[in-house]
């Protein structure tokens, strides 16, 4: 199953569009709130403790570590930068469900190619977000009910009024890692979202359009989770363009948070070689985009990895510029994952059929340093079609977790790829696995989530409890001082911990 020290030579090309190296405009819309402020305050930086100041994100730092300094929590997918970071135990030794949001099942009608339908619950990625603010613990987290949610993580009451959209949120939610009352969200009504959450009721202060800012190849829904860093929000759409924007965060003379945002970047995610190695448009950027160093990795539904030179956030001289490429042959929806060594870690669907997807594999590991060889091992996974992953694969000391589409769990050791033990769930698997304390949860689509004690050294997982919740488990649980926060498509976001004395 191994697939050893692949070369595939590749020219690193540059064929992007004019304005993907000149400053945008702002792109605020009427009545947004997002006027420069009357008193401002230096914007935080986010950092993490022993990290390089030299870099933006410090692999070898961020690797399995908290994000940021100011706000303490899981802020977004995968918890940090390099998208490694799993949330803090201690995990429930006899779980139950201790509270279910909301009363009635988060639904709501949504047009997915040309189709529309009923969509209920929580999805991929869906992982929602947990933090402490004023002596609570809050969970925050879009739905398909179009709605962004605020809930106290011990009574699962509304803390604010719901934030609606124009349509369903599929993607997780990022709390501002700075201490700013600010969650960023996508929705599929075509804008990203800066929310505060500091008044009343949850308020918009900017959004940024899918359209308006360079050609687009796909659709107008955005469903990864940024990332903010030196006052800047990172983010690929499903428009087919990264995007860079800077946000000018601060507190106005009433005490609230303001931002006065800019679009500095924003370049299309395919070029004319990889549209013509697929045939086709569906060039998507569905991840989350991760940090390490200086540069940002993303993939999009074309099978197109990339990582951006962005040091000119840190530096403030500069544009951004294309570092690395390597084409993965077919749809890359999971998120990089970085390890603390700068690998990178990329999970691939299997749906194209091609050449090149045979030939490189469902699940990468690749050095971005040796571009003309970067493969370090690979796995393929070709079983049916959909086939391959959606999951982002959790990276620990000595081991990889991958679960596949069809059912398949892979636990591969990290150095070198080899298989260590597989396990069987029903399918299809599209949540990630979360990994706290040595302990592993993953949701399967019969409504289960289970937990796994994984082995010291040789052995297999081996199955602490089951928990049965009801609609396929799409999502990625949040866990937090604790509890486990996990929505489903039965329509509610669970809150699962040991009962009480």
Known sequence: MLVGLVTIAFAVTRAL?????????????????????????????TTTIGADPNLLVDPAAQFGARWGSTTEGLLTFRGNPTRSFHGTGPVPERPEVLWRFPDEPMCAQSADRGETRTWCGMGWTGQPAVFERDERTWVVFGAYDRNVHFVDGLTGTRILPDFVTGDIIKGSVTIDPDGFPIVYSGSRDGFFRAIAFDRDEPTELWRLSADGHGETLWNDDWDGSALILRDHLLEGGENSRFHIARLGRAYGADGLVTVAPELVFSAPG??????????????????????????????????????????????????PTRVFRYWLGDDADASVVVDDDGFLYVGVEYQRENARAEEVGQLVKLDPRAPDAPIVWSVPVRDGNPGGSFSTPAV?????????????VYGLGRDDGAERWTLRLPAPLMGSPVVVDGVWLQGDCAGVLHAYDLPDGVGSPRERWAVELGGCIEATPAVWDGRIYVGTRGGFLHALGDPPD
Do not use: H, K
């Open 17 to 45: 569009d004019e304005e993907a190296s000149v400053t945008a405009g702002p792109t605020s819309t009427p009545g947004s709130g997002s006027t420069a402020p009357d008193v401002t305050e230096p914007a935080s930086t």
């Open 270 to 319: 395919w070029d004319a070689e990889l549209l013509d190695a697929i045939g086709d448009r569906e060039v998507s950027i569905e991840n989350s985009v991760a940090v390490a160093g200086d540069v940002v990795y993303f993939a999009n539904s074309g099978g197109l990895l990339q990582g951006w030179d962005v040091s000119s956030l840190r530096t403030g001289v500069g544009t």
């Open 396 to 408: 620990l000391d000595d081991l990889v977790i991958w679960p596949t589409r069809n059912g398949t």
